[in-house]
Protein backbone atom coordinates (compact mmCIF):
# COMPACT_ATOMS: atom_id res chain seq x y z
CA UNK A 1 0.00 0.00 0.00
CA UNK A 2 1.04 3.56 -1.24
CA UNK A 3 0.88 6.38 1.54
CA UNK A 4 -0.03 9.71 -0.15
CA UNK A 5 0.38 13.39 1.50
CA UNK A 6 -2.69 16.05 0.87
CA UNK A 7 -2.48 19.51 1.72
CA UNK A 8 -5.19 20.99 3.46
CA UNK A 9 -6.21 22.75 0.28
CA UNK A 10 -6.52 19.49 -1.50
CA UNK A 11 -8.17 17.39 2.10
CA UNK A 12 -11.05 20.35 1.07
CA UNK A 13 -11.38 19.70 -2.10
CA UNK A 14 -11.54 15.73 -1.21
CA UNK A 15 -14.17 16.97 1.20
CA UNK A 16 -16.27 19.00 -1.41
CA UNK A 17 -16.81 16.04 -3.28
CA UNK A 18 -18.41 13.62 -0.28
CA UNK A 19 -20.75 16.61 0.21
CA UNK A 20 -21.68 16.73 -3.44
CA UNK A 21 -22.18 13.20 -4.13
CA UNK A 22 -23.41 12.29 -0.45
CA UNK A 23 -26.91 11.77 -1.26
CA UNK A 24 -25.93 8.80 -3.16
CA UNK A 25 -24.94 5.66 -1.33
CA UNK A 26 -21.74 5.32 -0.33
CA UNK A 27 -19.36 2.60 0.09
CA UNK A 28 -18.05 1.55 3.80
CA UNK A 29 -14.80 2.45 2.91
CA UNK A 30 -15.24 5.94 1.50
CA UNK A 31 -16.88 6.60 4.90
CA UNK A 32 -13.88 5.95 6.79
CA UNK A 33 -11.57 8.28 4.25
CA UNK A 34 -13.72 11.06 4.87
CA UNK A 35 -13.80 10.63 8.52
CA UNK A 36 -9.94 10.47 8.57
CA UNK A 37 -9.72 13.87 6.07
CA UNK A 38 -11.89 15.72 8.99
CA UNK A 39 -9.94 14.61 12.01
CA UNK A 40 -6.74 15.52 10.01
CA UNK A 41 -8.42 19.02 9.15
CA UNK A 42 -9.06 19.30 12.92
CA UNK A 43 -5.63 18.81 14.21
CA UNK A 44 -4.43 22.09 14.19
CA UNK A 45 -0.47 23.10 14.32
CA UNK A 46 1.35 24.32 17.31
CA UNK A 47 0.93 28.22 17.06
CA UNK A 48 3.94 29.94 16.93
CA UNK A 49 3.95 31.48 20.35
CA UNK A 50 3.95 27.93 21.84
CA UNK A 51 6.89 27.07 20.17
CA UNK A 52 8.48 30.24 21.07
CA UNK A 53 7.48 29.47 24.47
CA UNK A 54 8.56 25.91 24.47
CA UNK A 55 12.47 27.55 23.16
CA UNK A 56 12.14 29.84 25.99
CA UNK A 57 11.89 27.36 28.35
CA UNK A 58 14.70 25.40 27.24
CA UNK A 59 16.89 28.44 27.18
CA UNK A 60 16.30 29.44 30.62
CA UNK A 61 16.76 25.91 31.92
CA UNK A 62 19.89 26.14 30.37
CA UNK A 63 20.77 29.13 32.07
CA UNK A 64 19.79 27.46 35.32
CA UNK A 65 21.90 25.01 34.60
CA UNK A 66 25.09 27.03 34.46
CA UNK A 67 24.41 29.48 36.66
CA UNK A 68 24.44 26.52 39.49
CA UNK A 69 27.66 25.14 37.84
CA UNK A 70 29.07 28.80 38.39
CA UNK A 71 27.44 28.90 41.59
CA UNK A 72 25.58 32.11 40.89
CA UNK A 73 22.39 33.49 40.89
CA UNK A 74 20.15 33.87 37.46
CA UNK A 75 18.03 35.95 36.86
CA UNK A 76 16.40 36.58 33.55
CA UNK A 77 14.57 39.94 34.77
CA UNK A 78 18.28 41.33 35.30
CA UNK A 79 19.48 42.32 32.40
CA UNK A 80 23.58 42.58 34.02
CA UNK A 81 22.96 39.17 35.28
CA UNK A 82 26.24 36.90 33.56
CA UNK A 83 23.93 34.84 32.62
CA UNK A 84 20.90 35.52 30.32
CA UNK A 85 18.23 34.28 27.70
CA UNK A 86 18.56 35.76 24.55
CA UNK A 87 14.74 36.81 23.12
CA UNK A 88 12.55 34.75 20.95
CA UNK A 89 13.69 35.94 17.29
CA UNK A 90 17.08 37.49 18.05
CA UNK A 91 20.22 36.52 16.28
CA UNK A 92 22.68 34.81 18.00
CA UNK A 93 23.52 32.31 20.37
CA UNK A 94 20.50 31.25 22.65
CA UNK A 95 22.11 31.64 25.75
CA UNK A 96 23.90 34.97 26.68
CA UNK A 97 26.99 34.65 28.57
CA UNK A 98 28.69 37.83 30.34
CA UNK A 99 31.83 38.52 32.47
CA UNK A 100 33.80 36.05 34.08
CA UNK A 101 31.52 33.35 32.58
CA UNK A 102 32.06 34.08 29.43
CA UNK A 103 35.44 33.88 29.57
CA UNK A 104 35.46 31.02 31.76
CA UNK A 105 32.65 29.01 29.96
CA UNK A 106 34.08 28.08 26.25
CA UNK A 107 30.47 27.56 24.75
CA UNK A 108 28.42 29.61 22.53
CA UNK A 109 24.90 27.58 23.22
CA UNK A 110 22.01 26.61 20.59
CA UNK A 111 18.74 25.33 22.28
CA UNK A 112 15.94 23.36 20.37
CA UNK A 113 13.09 21.76 22.14
CA UNK A 114 11.34 19.97 19.24
CA UNK A 115 9.51 17.21 18.39
CA UNK A 116 11.25 17.11 14.62
CA UNK A 117 14.98 17.32 14.93
CA UNK A 118 16.82 18.19 11.95
CA UNK A 119 20.60 17.63 13.33
CA UNK A 120 22.27 18.66 10.58
CA UNK A 121 20.63 21.84 10.16
CA UNK A 122 20.86 22.51 13.97
CA UNK A 123 24.82 21.79 13.78
CA UNK A 124 24.60 24.08 11.03
CA UNK A 125 23.36 27.14 12.65
CA UNK A 126 25.03 26.42 16.15
CA UNK A 127 28.33 26.73 14.53
CA UNK A 128 27.61 29.87 12.80
CA UNK A 129 26.67 31.59 15.59
CA UNK A 130 29.69 30.14 17.08
CA UNK A 131 32.86 32.44 17.48
CA UNK A 132 36.21 31.51 16.45
CA UNK A 133 37.44 31.60 20.28
CA UNK A 134 34.64 29.68 21.76
CA UNK A 135 33.52 25.94 20.77
CA UNK A 136 29.62 24.89 19.72
CA UNK A 137 27.62 23.47 22.17
CA UNK A 138 23.87 22.33 20.96
CA UNK A 139 21.16 21.19 23.90
CA UNK A 140 18.18 19.17 22.30
CA UNK A 141 14.81 18.44 24.61
CA UNK A 142 11.72 16.82 22.72
CA UNK A 143 8.79 14.83 24.41
CA UNK A 144 10.71 11.28 23.11
CA UNK A 145 13.97 11.92 25.16
CA UNK A 146 14.45 11.37 28.65
CA UNK A 147 16.31 14.46 29.08
CA UNK A 148 17.85 17.36 27.23
CA UNK A 149 21.02 15.98 25.19
CA UNK A 150 24.15 17.75 24.42
CA UNK A 151 25.92 17.85 20.97
CA UNK A 152 29.58 19.05 20.99
CA UNK A 153 31.91 18.21 17.68
CA UNK A 154 34.50 15.22 18.92
CA UNK A 155 37.41 17.00 18.94
CA UNK A 156 36.08 19.33 21.65
CA UNK A 157 34.84 16.39 23.64
CA UNK A 158 38.51 14.82 23.48
CA UNK A 159 40.04 17.79 24.79
CA UNK A 160 37.86 18.12 27.76
CA UNK A 161 38.31 14.12 29.10
CA UNK A 162 41.98 14.60 28.34
CA UNK A 163 41.85 18.40 30.56
CA UNK A 164 39.86 15.92 33.30
CA UNK A 165 42.26 12.83 32.91
CA UNK A 166 45.61 15.25 32.85
CA UNK A 167 44.05 16.80 36.59
CA UNK A 168 43.83 13.26 38.16
CA UNK A 169 40.18 13.61 38.40
CA UNK A 170 38.37 10.09 38.56
CA UNK A 171 34.52 10.06 36.35
CA UNK A 172 32.29 8.37 38.61
CA UNK A 173 28.35 7.99 37.70
CA UNK A 174 25.78 7.74 40.38
Known sequence: MKEIKLNETEMRLVLEQFVYYGSLPIHKKYTKLKKKIETALKKQPIKISSRKAKGRELQKWVCRKIADIFGIEFNQQDDECLIHSREMGQAGADVILRGHIAKQFPFTIE????????????????????????????????????????????????????????????????
Open 111 to 174: CKNTEQISLPNFIKQARDNTPENKKMLLVIRNKTLKDPIAVLDWDTFERLIKIIFSVGYRIEWK
